[in-house]
């Protein structure tokens, strides 16, 4: 009982205005979220691993966050994203043998149009059978979860973050696609939520999606530049 006692008055403490800007009320919660994920996205936009250790952070923060305003899929969704940052920190510093960029980790890679095509129909069907199964869960225990909000677009949001992760986790080029459809379309969804702060740190995410999609593309150009070949005297 003490534990519980402990544990629910750390949550009200964490979700109590910390101040209010422009009339929106500020949590702790929300604003530790929005700092190391803005932090994460930047270090991984520059192909930096230690994102993943930042992003293990902010998947707690928004664990507790997404609970709070009932949106399943994307909270659920920070486990996935735990997992994968674990794995990605790992998978970065210890490439497989001739994998190895400049820096001695993952190099930048690029799917075929198969792979593309594979990931698109997985997250499209992932969408589809996760969107169900929120919905079901809640009609079948309502007394536990109350109605979802948005659960059609939060499902199909949740999934393509999945996948937008797993592709970042084994460092894809893709994965920048991924998310900036994801940061755009998220941006839109919070800002109708009313949660100011995290709508703007979406648009924030989707500028640099964009400036990573160009980048990251720049520097796998250039692991393949031609080397002019040197033509020996006869």
């Given amino acids: 009982a003490n534990n519980i006692g402990r544990e629910r008055g750390l949550m009200e403490g964490l979700s109590q205005t910390l101040l ?5 009320p500020l949590s702790l919660l929300e604003l530790l979220g929005v700092l190391s994920g803005l932090l994460a996205v930047l270090l991984a936009s520059k192909a930096l691993s230690v994102n993943f250790l930042v992003g293990m952070f902010n998947s707690v923060c928004y664990f507790l966050l997404f609970f709070q305003y009932r949106l399943y899929s994307v909270m659920l969704l920070q486990v996935v994203y735990f997992t994968f940052s674990l794995y990605g920190f790992y998978h970065w510093r210890h490439p497989k043998q001739g994998e190895a960029g400049p820096d001695n980790e993952q190099r930048i890679r690029l799917l075929d149009n198969r792979q593309r095509l594979f990931y698109a129909s997985l997250i499209a069907l992932a969408g589809v059978v996760w969107a169900w199964l929120v919905i079901h869960f809640q009609a079948r225990f309502p007394a536990w979860v109350d ?5 059609w677009l939060d499902a199909f949001l949740a999934m393509a973050s999945v996948f937008g992760q797993w592709l ?6 893709e994965n920048w696609v991924v998310w900036l459809m994801v940061d755009v379309s ?3 969804l ?10 703007i740190m979406y648009g924030v995410f989707s500028m640099i999606a964009l400036k990573a999609l160009i980048s990251w593309f720049r520097t ?3 692991y393949h530049q031609a080397v002019a070949p040197v033509t020996l005297e006869q």
């Fill in 147 to 151: 109605p979802p909000a948005y659960p």
């Fill in 190 to 199: 919070y800002a109708s939520m009313g949660m100011v702060f995290t709508a």
């Fill in 20 to 24: 209010t800007l422009g009339g929106y």
């Fill in 220 to 222: 796998y150009k250039s």
């Fill in 168 to 173: 970042l986790s084994k460092k894809y080029w």
């Fill in 186 to 188: 998220s941006t839109l």
